[in-house]
């Protein structure tokens, strides 16, 4: 898909900030230093916009519009406020997606989708499964059932221990037998880790 432009003229520090992000954004950033500079751009290719599109621009820049005011997406004038909406739409979802993903050892765990992945192999996890994950993760300690009772299931000491140890062993199971891999989630005397 061929990305559309977005045409800055005297937005300096707009485009400065956009230039940090543009491999994320779903337009290109074309800088002018002002109206003349831009119109001589346009008339010296006049291929890259439509006959009516070119005198709708000039028409507009020779209104004398503030330089500041002027923007184009998709080589037609568009208000400040619009372009920033698109702006600030592409950069929830790119936090959205940062965020939702989380690397493990060599794997990733995707928030969004459930999913554990490693190259292009995918393995669906339960909440509870994710849970377990990122606990065992976020930490360098060693977890034991009655820590993980407490810490992921909310339960007191007096439940007995059989829910989180079936957990992590249909886990454990899971990963040995998607990835081939018995040493994700390992165990000792102080208790479970990501190995």
Not at 39 to 47: D, F, G, V, Y
Not at 115 to 121: D, K, L, R, T
Not at 152 to 172: M, N, Q
Request: charged share 25%.
């Amino acid at each position: 898909m061929i990305k559309q432009n977005i045409f800055f003229i005297n937005f300096d520090s707009l485009y400065e900030i956009l230039v940090e992000i543009k491999d994320n954004l779903p337009f290109n950033i074309v800088k002018f230093k002002d109206v003349e500079d831009f119109l001589k751009t346009l008339n010296s290719n006049p291929n890259n916009l439509l006959i009516s599109q070119r005198q709708n621009l000039k028409s507009l820049l020779n209104k004398g519009i503030n330089n500041k005011n002027i923007l184009c997406f998709k080589d037609i004038p568009l208000s400040i406020d619009k372009v920033m909406e698109l702006i600030n739409i592409q950069l929830v979802k790119l936090k959205f997606n940062h965020q939702s993903k989380v690397n493990i050892k060599q794997y990733e765990l995707n928030l969004n989708s459930k999913f554990f992945s490693q190259g292009p192999m995918n393995l669906k996890l339960t909440e509870k499964e994710i849970e377990i994950i990122l606990y065992l993760n976020n930490s360098k300690n060693k977890h034991d059932v009655l820590d993980l009772q407490k810490n992921i299931w909310k339960y007191s000491a007096e439940i007995e221990t059989h829910t989180v140890e079936t957990h992590i062993y249909r886990l454990r199971k899971k990963i040995s037998d998607k990835f081939d891999d018995e040493f994700f989630i390992l165990s000792d005397k102080n208790g479970y880790f990501i190995g």
